[in-house]
DNA sequence: GGTAAATCCGACCATATGGTCTGTATATAG
DNA sequence: CTATATACAGACCATATGGTCGGATTTACC
């Protein structure tokens, strides 16, 4: 693999596990046996870096293990039920989980960074619309209450997503996530079509 | 004020605003006047200081913004949707909003340092502790439909909280308060008593 | 094979950081 | 009045960090 590319990839490893401030950039280099030359010919900075990190491997993450598997002319409930339980599935399964790495990147540059924050509120932005569509969707097809405000239970989705997440980290993942899912089964219950079919 | 209490309130100011170890001991000095000799007089070391702000302050302010107000004998639902409510309404109000202040620490310290890890999961606990308390006697008290897991409900409320909170510091903080009440009380309609009074 | 561009090395620099240590002013007690 | 503990000042240190720069090495191309 390309040294550019491999510096990326190594270069969100750490700063998933270690964040972004306390992960130096000889840290990388390090684990890669490169040289701070290597580095600085490809990149102009840390910061560009990180954003490089955001745009190539960040987005493309989200985008599959969030976005894309809602897609789909099914019911929209049942595609985030599945999309949900599968990304924490993953997360159970991988020894050191460090949260969803988008809410943990939004927290750490808030009110710190804003370039990289504006990088990185364009994913969940793009997260939210594909919510919205996918339930709106829903909603046409007959699958959502008419009477649901989309806008709203995509934000809530996003929430108790981000929430779950974080808490995952702290204490029996495993245990979370079955509860986790158990009531965001009621939340859909309470707004799925109330026809009988 | 004295010396000591000056410090913690100031270090836990500039830690929620720029995270643990983006702030220097010197960057809270420089804001009191004050210099290395009395930080070290009183603290043993950076890392002795923030376990004594997280006691200190960070409890007590987790215990009065979350725990105490939905401590009481009424519906335990209408305790927490006030709860919750107000506390965002807060953060809404706050100019610069960082979220929730338990939850961005539990982000910056996972993985990174145990010590501090414990004492905020200590936190985190008895928030979940207290919140299943609440729910149980709610359910105990006919509020709750007698179906309901309480454990499995405390986990999906604190996800929701700690999601939105980071949420709100992205964009829109006040329409986001607003969407995520909104389908809380679509939740809570789910789980409260079916029993027509 | 020669040349030039691309790629990488690693010494070096300015600055920042957590932490130490000596000194000093004030207060308190005998 | 003296002595001792408290409370703070600030110079100092070892280390780490982001970043620079001249040079070496490899690759691509004619």
Known sequence: MATMQRLQTTGLELFYAKGYYDTSVDDILK???????AFYYHFDSKEDF?????????????YSTLIEPIEGHDNPLTLITKCFDDAMETAVHNELDYGCILSNF?????????????????IVTVWEV????AL?????????????????????????????????????PSAKKYRF??????YFKSIESKVIS
């Open 50 to 62: 990180f954003i490089q990190i955001i745009q190539n491997l960040l987005a493309r993450k989200i």
């Open 136 to 172: 709106q969707k829903g909603k046409f097809n007959g699958y959502l209450d008419r009477h649901v405000d989309c806008e709203a239970a995509a934000t809530f989705l996003m929430s108790s997503y981000f929430g779950v997440r974080t808490l995952m980290t702290s204490a029996a």
């Open 31 to 37: 684990k890669l046996e490169l040289s701070k030359g």
């Open 130 to 133: 594909n919510l919205v569509t």
């Open 106 to 122: 939004l927290t750490e540059f808030n009110g710190k960074n804003e370039v990289i924050m504006r990088h990185l509120n364009e």
């Open 181 to 186: 899912m158990s009531q965001l089964r009621q």
